[in-house]
């Protein structure tokens, strides 16, 4: 069973078991969604962090993994130095590009989205379906990046959440507005270990230090009852909790974050070897429109008892033009 989130092809990623059914909220086909101005002449850093680069032990060094989502074996990485957002784009932030572009997301021209059941806010007749094997997760008609958990609700009391239902489509877009770019798989996970080597959180190895929640994750029985110990139901600020070590927030929950490679389980094993393998990134520049994008750090609705993946090393994937109300993502960029 899957807790993470549904697809816009019809199926519930994080690895449903075989037969079970998905969240259907329909395809929207590979057309490019919604006229918007690029910035490909102008590069922008505004709210980045200068990450050293170097080598690193990326994956799954603990054997904690789902087989499917192919989080090992460990391999050496090399990045150059980059630039990464601070934190996930905001609702503030998605919200001025929205005015300066008059940009349409993916959920906005389906007309619905994703909401998780405990936190729709819609009339009842708004709400079209519930998820075969996954009856936690509802299609909302309105749902989308301005009322996320649907029509009753609006983004513009959480300015400085993070920005949700948006799809991989939507974050390119936005990385265009604002001269970046997403981050790969590789310079995210290495910023999101903050520098510590090996371990399974970006603060160490123990899920609350001293009883301490570090990151907004699900507490109590999934998915019936959220205790909410953390101090959020749903998303959280985007500087909630500490930075890591490299001074980035909330990493791991309260928002899955987009990446720009192409998922492959095996990608991990054709990179592991004797040589640390320089900058990897997937051809997500033409991969074809069923092709799988990678997410990465989990979300609010992680829980231990079904889905695992706040963990640094953690790793997931969905389809291009699928949006969910705990999807968001962050930007990168080179360094000069």
């Given at each position: ?77 090399r ?28 959920a906005?021209?389906?007309?619905m ?9 819609a ?107 953390d ?55 033409d ?39 705990n ?10």
């Amino acid at each position: 069973m899957s807790c993470c989130v549904p697809s816009a092809d019809g199926h519930s990623r994080c690895h449903a078991p075989a037969g079970a059914g998905g969240v259907l909220i329909g395809s929207i086909g590979a057309a490019p969604p919604g006229p918007f101005r690029p910035a490909a002449d102008r590069r922008g850093t505004r709210g980045q962090v200068r990450l050293p680069g170097g080598t690193f032990a990326m994956g799954d060094g603990f054997g904690e993994g789902y087989a499917a989502d192919g989080e090992g074996p460990v391999h050496q990485v090399r990045l150059d130095p980059f630039l990464m957002d601070a934190t996930t784009v905001t609702n503030a932030a998605f919200a001025a590009f929205v005015k300066d572009t008059g940009y349409v997301t993916d959920a906005e021209r389906l007309g619905m989205s994703a909401v998780f059941h405990l936190a729709v806010r819609a009339e009842p007749g708004d709400v079209l379906g519930r998820a075969a094997g996954t009856p936690w997760w509802l299609v909302v008609r309105g749902a989308s990046w301005r009322h996320p958990a649907g029509p009753l609700s609006s983004a513009g009391t959480l300015q400085n959440h993070p920005v949700v239902q948006v799809s991989w489509n939507d974050a390119q877009a936005y990385c265009a507005w604002a001269g970046k770019r997403l981050p790969t798989g590789a310079e995210w996970e290495y910023g999101a270990r903050g520098g510590l080597e090996g371990r399974r959180f970006p603060w160490g190895d123990e899920l609350t230090p001293r009883g301490r929640w570090m990151c907004n994750i699900w507490q109590g029985t999934f998915p019936t009852l959220n205790t909410a110990e953390d101090g959020h139901e749903t998303t959280a600020p985007v500087t909630s909790y500490r930075p890591n070590g490299h001074g980035l927030w909330n990493t791991v929950g309260n928002v899955w974050e987009w990446c720009a490679d192409t998922f492959a389980a095996d990608a991990y094993a054709a990179r592991a070897g004797a040589a640390p393998v320089h900058d990897p990134r997937g051809p997500w520049h033409d991969p074809g429109h069923d092709a799988q994008r990678v997410m990465r750090g989990g979300s609010y609705l992680c829980h231990d008892s079904y889905c695992h993946r706040y963990r640094v090393a953690a790793r997931s994937s969905n389809t291009a033009d699928s949006a969910a109300a705990n999807i968001g993502f962050r930007c990168a960029n080179d360094a000069v």
